[in-house]
C-alpha cells in the first residue's frame, strides 16, 4: 500500500540522518500497522482511545483498544493518557503480560486545569506549573501532560520546567481548532463573517472534544463540513449540533467514499 512504501521510505531515510528522538505516529490501530515492524521503541505513548475505523479495530472500545495496545513492547515502558475504564483494563492486561513497566494517568502522574488557562502537571517526581498550551482546545492540557510523562520515561538531558513551557507555548498543530490569518486567501473570502478555524475531527470522541470548546464560544458558529461515509457522522454531527449554528455540507471531492451532502 500506499501507507507502507511510505514507512519504507521514512525508516530508511531516519536510519541515514539519525535523530535524538524519533516520534513514530502509528497510522491506524497499531498492532498491524505498518509502523509497528520497529521492533524496540525507547517508549510507547497510547493517547486516549475512542471508536474509530471500526470497520478494522472492532466494534467496541475493549476490541479497539486490544489494536492499540499491540504497540506495547516486551519491558519497554510504556504511557497511558487518561482512558475509558474498559479500554484501560486492556492496555493494563497487556503491559502485564509483556513486563512492560507503565505510567499511567491519574495513578502516576496527572494534570489539573488552572484558571488562567495553564495547567499544573504532578508526578512522584515533578510538581510544575506550565502555561496555557498555545493549541486551543481544554483536551491539549491532557495531550501536553501525556508527552511530558513520556519525557519522564525518556529521561533527556536538558529536560526542564523552562524548556517544557517552551514547547507548550510554541506547539503547532495544524487543523485541529486552527484559527487562520486573518490576510490568508480563505478568511479573506468569509469576511466580514468572522474568523475561520480548522479542525479535523472525524470520530465522535473528537467531535465531543471540539464541541466542549464551541459550547464556551459567545457566538455560536457556522459549520462547513465534509465527511467520508465510513465515519460515524451521526454521532459526529449530535454531539456537534447544539453548538451550531448551520451546516453547509459539502462533498468530499475525488473520494468513492465520501457522504453526499445531502445525506
Known amino acids: 500500500t ?3 512504501m511510505a514507512m519504507a521510505a521514512a525508516t530508511l531515510a531516519f536510519a541515514r540522518v539519525p535523530a535524538d528522538y524519533l516520534l513514530l505516529e502509528v497510522g491506524l490501530g497499531g498492532r498491524y500497522d505498518a509502523t509497528n515492524v520497529i521492533p524496540r521503541t525507547a517508549v510507547s505513548v497510547i ?4 471508536l474509530d475505523h471500526k470497520e478494522f479495530l472492532g466494534e467496541t472500545l475493549t476490541k479497539v483498544a486490544g489494536e492499540k495496545a499491540g504497540i506495547i513492547k516486551a519491558e519497554t515502558p510504556a504511557v497511558f493518557a487518561p482512558q475509558p475504564p474498559e ?29 488562567d488557562g495553564g495547567f499544573r502537571y504532578q508526578s512522584a517526581g515533578l510538581d510544575w506549573t506550565l502555561p496555557a498550551p498555545a493549541l ?11 508527552a511530558i510523562a513520556a519525557l519522564e520515561v525518556l529521561k533527556p538531558s536538558g529536560l526542564s520546567e523552562e524548556s517544557i513551557a517552551l514547547g507548550v507555548r510554541q506547539a503547532e498543530w ?19 463573517a468572522g474568523p475561520v478555524w480548522i479542525d479535523g475531527a472525524h470520530n465522535p470522541a473528537a467531535a465531543r472534544a471540539l464541541a466542549q470548546e464551541l459550547a464556551a464560544w459567545p457566538v455560536a458558529p457556522g459549520l462547513l463540513a465534509g ?3 465510513n465515519k460515524d ?3 459526529i454531527l449530535a454531539a456537534l449540533a447544539p453548538h451550531i449554528a448551520r451546516l453547509v ?15
Do not use: C, K
Request: a negative charge; zero cysteines.
Open 47 to 50: 493517547t486516549p482511545i475512542g
Open 249 to 263: 455540507a459539502v462533498p468530499v471531492p475525488r473520494s468513492a467514499a465520501g457522504l453526499p451532502p445531502e445525506t
Open 227 to 229: 465527511m467520508l461515509g
Open 233 to 235: 457522522y451521526r454521532a
Open 87 to 115: 479500554a484501560l483494563a486492556v492496555l493494563q492486561a497487556e503491559a502485564a503480560s509483556l513486563t512492560a513497566p507503565a505510567s499511567e494517568a491519574g495513578r502516576d502522574w496527572q494534570v489539573e486545569p488552572l484558571a
Open 174 to 192: 495544524p487543523a485541529r481548532l486552527q484559527r487562520l490569518p486573518d490576510d490568508s486567501p480563505l478568511a479573506r473570502l468569509a469576511a466580514p
Open 136 to 146: 486551543a482546545g481544554r483536551h491539549q492540557v491532557v495531550n501536553a501532560g501525556t
Open 2 to 4: 500506499f501507507f507502507e
